[in-house]
């Protein structure tokens, strides 16, 4: 992994967020999570990046089981739109480098529930009963279940079924990763969260990444807020020890400063601090810089993008 990828990764993981993530939502999340992801849908398509944010996280994901298909089996099974009816995503990741991820994406927002039925009629899409909710088999891999008239949850059936269990016990999602998640969703449009080791999520066979600088990294937690002028991103990474972080600080820094290029000068803006076994970072990117970021084919950036 070259040093530019290794450093967007850090800043840019997911690329998929809230203030703060709704607490009803983030209860459904299982303890086995790894990776939480988020975006206050209407405050990021109040800007051109972030209707082009919302329309690379469609596309960009779109393989059976990634988040783009759930979300596009979604729409194209009940016939919602995405843009206008959603207030906030959460994406779930379970899994790691070893076991295939999966994921489930749950979403609130103003939902119809005769709409779900009439259009899983006319699709003829198979309903069903799990913990008395009604579930619609989208395809072999995806399910949705209206939990109520502002809650959805997208996922293949065993992960679905996990939701709903969850809701029907009053469970309470706590620990590292939820705390994580809460603090990464304070301000912004989009933000990412896990309490993993990134050596467990890394496959280090895909480049030349440096081992013991992702086994250095137990927690991340990345905040993209998008403004008219570009975008400015805050992170946390808690390591080990102070001098682990003092280490990981100093790799960071000239990690950018040997992938500055005429395209990437705003990585001379980046900042890495330390304070105890914590590195935070804070970069600006302007937003003709952001957009190539997003959607390298200049023709498809704006246009892509929902309206």
Do not use: C
Not at 127 to 133: E, F, I, K
């Amino acid at each position: 992994m070259a040093p530019l990828r290794l450093v967007l990764f850090l800043l840019l993981p997911a690329a998929a967020a809230s203030a703060a993530v709704d607490a009803g939502l983030l209860d459904l999340v299982a303890p086995e999570a790894t990776m939480l992801a988020g975006i206050r849908v209407q405050a990021a398509l109040a800007s051109p990046l972030g209707k082009l944010a919302f329309a690379q996280m469609q596309s960009a994901g779109a393989g059976p089981g990634q988040p783009g298909r759930i979300l596009q089996d979604f729409a194209a099974a009940t016939g919602f739109d995405l843009a206008s009816g959603l207030q906030e995503i959460l994406i779930v990741t379970t899994g790691d480098r070893v076991t295939t991820p999966s994921n489930v994406v749950l979403l609130r927002g103003a939902f119809d529930p005769a709409k779900f039925s009439v259009f899983a009629s006319k699709a003829g899409l198979a309903t069903s009963t799990v913990n008395g909710t009604a579930v619609i088999q989208v395809d072999a891999a995806t399910s949705v279940a209206l939990l109520d008239s502002t809650t959805v949850a997208v996922a293949p059936v065993p992960f679905l079924t996990r939701v709903l269990e969850r809701r029907a016990a009053g469970e309470h999602f706590s620990g590292a990763l939820a705390r994580r998640a809460l603090a990464a969703s304070g301000t912004g449009e989009l933000w990412f969260a896990t309490a993993t080791p990134l050596s467990q999520l890394v496959d280090t066979s895909l480049g030349n990444v440096p081992i013991p600088f992702l086994e250095s990294i137990r927690e991340l937690s990345t905040n993209i807020g998008l403004a008219a002028d570009g975008v400015t991103i805050t992170g946390e990474l808690l390591t080990r020890s102070g001098q682990e972080a003092q280490s990981i600080a100093a790799g960071l820094t000239l990690m950018t400063t040997l992938s500055r290029t005429p395209d990437t000068d705003f990585l001379r803006q980046a900042q890495f601090s330390t304070e105890g076994a914590l590195v935070r970072i804070a970069l600006k990117i302007p937003e003709a810089q952001a957009e190539r970021l997003l959607a390298p084919a200049a023709g498809a950036r704006i246009a892509a993008a929902p309206r």
